[in-house]
């Protein structure tokens, strides 16, 4: 994908969400548990740039999407 936009906050980035984003592409996806951070992915040809933006309070992610 060119872009994912998560609503819903896990523990940690998932690596199957990373993994469908194709070089160049970005991830908004709010991460922790009380604290939570709205963090900024962006897949490079060489791992990931991880920008944290804003302090921010989602529900957490639920259900099987919480194993990844």
Known sequence: FDAIVVTAAPDHVPQPLIDQLKVGGRMVIPVGIHNQDLLLIT???????????????????TGEAEKW
Do not use: C, D, L, W
């Open 43 to 61: 897949k490079t040809e060489n791992g990931n740039a991880t920008k944290a933006v804003i302090p921010v309070r989602f529900v957490p992610m």
